[in-house]
């Protein structure tokens, strides 16, 4: 098993002040403004990876960044959260996602087969796994290993979030969703998943 890191960060971009991507593989999500990668347009609400520069098509624009790295970011503004986690062969998917819940919708406990993290862009969501319940709110953050049985359950209004995994390659496309009690797939599944990033990847052991 080799070791790494995932990390997140909110930037704030000017047409000053671009972001550029350093070693690792990387993925965007624009909450705010515009911007362009590789002479792209992103809009808001979208997501995307990125190698190359990441630039404000405007005054001023705001996103999550997601990165994948051998070692410890340096310490940097906009950092929100970084994790390390195992991984034991050389090749993964980076998936960036985001999943919706109406008001009061359940994802019943299940796991996924990586890491990744999470960052709540809309209402509130319970999250209860084994080792407690958390509510989050917009703006808050967590983490989730591999394997790791978890309920999410939203607040009274509607709610979503951004996340970013590490995945094997037989995922490639498909869901990454297992429920732990196989009685809950007769239960009511509301939550919709939003693809933007499904990108096969080399984790290079440092």
């Keep these: 098993m080799n070791e790494y890191r995932i990390s997140l960060y909110r930037r704030h971009?000017?047409?000053?002040?671009?972001?550029?991507?350093?070693?690792?593989?990387?993925?965007?999500?624009?909450?705010?403004?515009?911007?362009?990668?590789?002479?792209t347009a992103i809009e808001i609400g979208e997501g995307v990876g990125c190698a190359g520069p990441v630039r404000a098509e405007g005054p001023h624009a705001e996103l999550l960044h997601f990165a994948v790295t051998r070692t410890a970011p340096a310490e940097a503004d906009g950092a929100i959260m970084s994790e390390r986690f195992s991984w034991d062969t050389e090749h993964a998917l980076l998936r960036l996602d985001q999943v919706s819940f109406p008001p009061h919708a359940c994802a019943w406990r299940h796991i996924h087969p990586g890491p990744g993290i999470r960052c709540l862009i809309r209402g509130e969501l319970e999250?209860?796994?084994d080792?407690?319940?958390?509510?989050?709110?917009r703006g808050d953050a967590w983490y989730e290993p591999a394997n790791n049985p978890v309920q999410a359950t939203a607040g009274a209004q509607d709610a979503a979030f951004v996340r970013a995994m590490i995945l094997p390659l037989e995922?490639?496309?498909?869901?990454?969703?297992?429920?732990?009690?196989?009685?809950?797939?007769?239960?009511?599944?509301?939550?919709?998943?939003?693809?933007?990033?499904d990108q096969r990847i080399r984790l290079r052991p440092a």
Excluded: C, K
């Design 131 to 137: 080792h407690g319940v958390q509510m989050m709110r």
């Design 171 to 197: 995922y490639h496309g498909e869901p990454t969703l297992r429920l732990v009690d196989p009685a809950d797939a007769s239960r009511p599944r509301l939550q919709q998943n939003r693809r933007f990033v």
């Design 13 to 39: 971009l000017t047409p000053e002040t671009p972001l550029v991507p350093g070693p690792g593989h990387h993925a965007i999500w624009l909450s705010a403004g515009h911007v362009s990668v590789d002479d």
């Design 127 to 129: 999250i209860r796994t």
